[in-house]
């Protein structure tokens, strides 16, 4: 039970005075429940032997316990409202920090699931724990109650026990499993739906609407049997308990009852006694409590594996004053089993331009992302003006190095705010500018609000759409921006003026390229084959290698059979 004890822990800070309060008012509603039955009985006594009845208190005790129970039900509510609260800020948080490695690790709908399913269910950890040894206590203290009233009385209930604990052995386990699985089908469930919520427009043109929703609902006959078996565990031991409850029942009063003809037992007693009894019997429906537990279980193993992820790491140390010099020493990335990047070593100097080209799949983008520090390497470090990336402070890295992607997402809720997305306020000079350089000034002008158009509003193209991330990137003024195959969807003319616009900015630039003319504009290219450095150098000494130019489309300068002709472009290399 490691895990729910230090959920317990982070749960009881998150709502520290709502759990106190809970467990005040659980604890009167136990209390008035011993109570009652002890003071109903008194009353039956004294009337039936002409003595004063303690009526006054006899309301005050049924006054406090309906209080009481009011009170734990309402704080309960606000106690598991809190947790839940408290778990899925710090899970999202937890989220967010994953590296893309992270990221990938979970399906998007099991994420989501886990934030909110699995979250709620481990917020009812406090109260639940505090309802069990409330109710434990009132149980133990009914069968307590029973054997002072009457020895035999109490023994009859507990020839009942031992079955009880026969009956609910291996509950909890087994209540977790099942939980588990479940909750695991149900986000394998709504990763499909995401999936097929993103390809609609497929899904539609390709006509295959009924054959994608069959898909989608593929694991609900898994989610059925799942739920089925958890249900059925519930209700093998409800049966058992069933039976054994009215037996053990009937027994106890006649026992009970016995000892009123006798004269052993008082009337009142044996009314205090059937009180009593039903808070005995409290002892059955912790198997119901143990089931709870389970799901508790079950569901905070789910947050577990998250909150246990690899996050990408952060250090304190300050980056200096520099000009965005990059270094990379000894980078091996692998995924899926195979190798991505292999012993990658570059030195990048500041100020420069530096395009990053090859084949679909040689690691392009992911070089990109670790040389950012969106991905960790498996191996290897990366440095910015002589800091590793590891060590750096993660606020002054993220205002250090901008990117632009080449399906960005807007987030926001206007257009001002989805190209002024930052960590610190950007003003709205360098809003405008930042949209100047990214050519998107011209199409934004022509929105019904222009900047205040709302994101649910705004349809655009790919190459607009990418120009918005361009202009997100460039409004920051970083001293590395890394351009992921940002232009892709950008015409040519439009991609030259933002190209010349790039050239002006200040810092290091890194860019995934496929034009040949984006690499020849650039001071430098990293030419990756296979996982490794193929070259390294600037695009028109590139040309002469074998095999570069055909990364273009182009044939290669070395076959005799289609010969290339290549012309200088002004103080940037060649272009096609």
Excluded at 189 to 208: E, H, K, N, S, Y
Excluded at 445 to 458: M, V
Excluded at 544 to 566: I, K, N, W
């Amino acid at each position: 039970m490691r895990i729910e004890q230090g959920l317990l822990a982070g749960l009881l800070r998150s709502a520290a005075g709502w759990n106190a309060a809970y467990l005040v008012a659980a604890i009167c509603a136990g209390g008035a429940a011993m109570l009652l039955p002890v003071t109903l009985g008194a009353a039956v006594d004294a009337a039936l032997g002409g003595g004063t009845s303690p009526a006054l208190l006899l309301c005050g005790v049924v006054v406090l316990g309906v209080l009481a129970e009011a009170a734990t039900e309402l704080l309960d509510a606000r106690a598991t409202t809190q947790g839940t609260a408290w778990l899925r800020h710090g899970l999202l948080g937890r989220i967010l920090s994953f590296d893309l490695r992270g990221q990938h690790r979970f399906p998007q709908g099991d994420m989501l699931g886990r934030l909110l399913q699995s979250t709620a269910e481990t917020a009812r950890l406090v109260p639940s724990t505090v309802s069990a040894i409330v109710s434990l206590i009132t149980s133990l203290g009914g069968i307590t109650a029973l054997l002072l009233i009457d020895a035999w009385t109490g023994l009859t209930f507990l020839l009942g026990v031992p079955l009880v604990w026969l009956i609910s052995r291996g509950f909890l386990n087994r209540a977790a499993v099942l939980t588990e699985d479940y909750q695991r089908v149900h986000g394998e469930l709504a990763d499909r739906f995401v999936g097929a919520m993103r390809g609609i427009r497929t899904i539609r043109a390709c006509g295959t609407a009924e054959r994608e929703a069959a898909r989608v609902l593929r694991p609900l006959a898994a989610l059925r049997s799942s739920g089925e078996r958890f249900w059925r565990m519930q209700r093998d031991a409800g049966w058992q308990l069933s039976l054994l409850a009215p037996l053990l029942h009937v027994g106890v009063i006649a026992t009970a009852a016995h000892g009123v003809t006798t004269g052993r037992v008082s009337p009142g007693h044996l009314l205090a006694a059937t009180g009593y009894l039903s808070l005995a019997f409290g002892v059955f429906r912790q198997v119901g409590v143990l089931a709870q537990f389970g799901q508790v279980h079950g569901s905070a193993r789910r947050l577990r594996a998250l909150l246990d992820g690899s996050g990408a790491p952060t250090g304190s140390a300050s980056l200096p004053r520099g000009g965005g010099a990059l270094r990379l020493r000894g980078i091996c990335v692998a995924a899926e089993g195979r190798t991505v990047l292999d012993h990658i070593d570059l030195s990048i100097p500041a100020g420069s331009e530096v395009a990053i080209v090859g084949a679909s799949g040689v690691g392009k983008s992911t070089l990109a992302a670790v040389a950012g520090g969106l991905l960790c390497p498996d191996a290897g470090t990366v440095d910015v003006d002589g800091i590793d990336l590891a060590e750096a402070d993660p606020v002054e890295l993220r205002r250090a190095i901008g990117y632009a992607f080449e399906r960005p997402v807007l987030l926001g809720r206007t257009v001002r705010e989805a190209v002024g997305y930052a960590d610190q306020e950007i003003d709205g000079a360098a809003i405008e500018s930042a949209l100047r350089d990214s050519r998107a000034d011209g199409f934004v002008a022509r929105l019904p609000r222009r900047l205040d158009t709302p994101l649910p509003a705004l349809h655009v193209s790919g190459g607009e759409l990418q120009r918005l991330g361009l202009a997100r990137a460039f409004c920051r003024e970083p001293r590395v921006l890394i351009l992921d195959d940002a232009t892709s969807s950008v015409d040519v003319a439009t991609e030259r003026q933002i190209t010349r616009a790039l050239a002006a900015r200040s810092g290091t630039k890194l860019i995934v390229a496929h034009r040949m003319s984006t690499a020849a504009r650039a001071d430098l290219v990293v030419w990756l084959k296979d996982g490794r450095i193929a070259a390294f150098g600037p695009h028109r000494e590139l040309l002469d290698q074998p095999g570069y130019a055909e990364q273009f489309g182009l044939p290669s300068p070395h076959d005799d059979r289609a010969p290339v002709t290549v012309t200088s472009a002004p103080g940037r290399g060649r272009e096609e």
